[in-house]
């Protein structure tokens, strides 16, 4: 089957798949070792949020592979949004997080509240924002330029049977 110009396809779409499968596995495994074993539940909630904003990374990816945009592809605007809060809510842990390990002047630990392994997972959360939206973005991209393709084939056709 041909695919339409201008759409994602082969190993970047299955290396987003893979990406966001393991990120979803290590954000869940986190969260269960950090929060049952090491009682470090700041680290641990941001590694669910992380594992959870991979898992929206990898069910837009899987959509746009079933074609599931194609009916309503400004619905991925909402999900760049998304992947903006998910960014801003990043940044704000990872800097509200390194100013209390400075202040505090916490080592690095893994029991109890550790505030530098809490900035790595709010870092990695602002990374799968990034990738929500990036993903996104290229995805209504993919859809836009296959429609302004379309458009300039259907100019071109009315200019060779002089249609008007």
Same mark, same amino acid.
């Given at each position: 089957?041909?695919?339409?110009?201008?759409?994602?396809?082969?190993?970047? /779409?299955k290396?987003? #798949?893979?990406?966001? %499968? #393991?990120?979803?596995?290590?954000?869940?495994?986190?969260?269960?070792?950090?929060?049952?074993?090491? =009682?470090?539940?700041?680290?641990? /909630?941001?590694? /669910?949020?992380?594992?959870?904003?991979?898992?929206?990374?990898?069910?837009?990816?899987?959509?746009?592979?079933?074609?599931?945009?194609?009916?309503?592809?400004?619905?991925? =605007?909402?999900?760049?949004?998304?992947?903006?809060?998910?960014?801003?809510?990043?940044?704000?842990?990872?800097?509200a997080?390194?100013?209390?390990?400075?202040? =505090?002047?916490?080592?690095?630990?893994?029991?109890?509240?550790?505030y530098?392994?809490?900035?790595?997972?709010?870092?990695? &959360?602002?990374?799968?924002?990034?990738?929500?939206?990036?993903?996104?973005r290229?995805f209504l991209r %993919?859809? &836009?330029?296959?429609?302004?393709?379309?458009?300039?084939?259907?100019e071109?056709?009315? =200019?060779?049977?002089?249609?008007?």
């Amino acid at each position: 089957m041909d695919e339409p110009v201008g759409r994602i396809t082969g190993w970047p /779409l299955k290396l987003r #798949i893979i990406f966001s %499968s #393991i990120g979803i596995f290590v954000g869940v495994s986190v969260f269960i070792v950090f929060s049952t074993h090491y =009682k470090n539940y700041n680290t641990g /909630l941001w590694a /669910l949020v992380s594992g959870l904003a991979a898992a929206i990374a990898l069910g837009v990816t899987i959509a746009y592979h079933k074609r599931a945009w194609d009916s309503n592809p400004m619905c991925l =605007k909402s999900f760049m949004l998304l992947g903006c809060f998910i960014q801003l809510a990043g940044v704000c842990g990872l800097v509200a997080y390194l100013v209390l390990g400075i202040t =505090k002047q916490d080592g690095l630990v893994i029991y109890g509240t550790d505030y530098y392994l809490t900035c790595v997972w709010c870092f990695m &959360t602002w990374k799968w924002g990034l990738g929500i939206l990036l993903y996104s973005r290229s995805f209504l991209r %993919s859809y &836009t330029e296959r429609g302004r393709l379309l458009n300039d084939d259907a100019e071109i056709a009315k =200019k060779a049977y002089n249609v008007r």
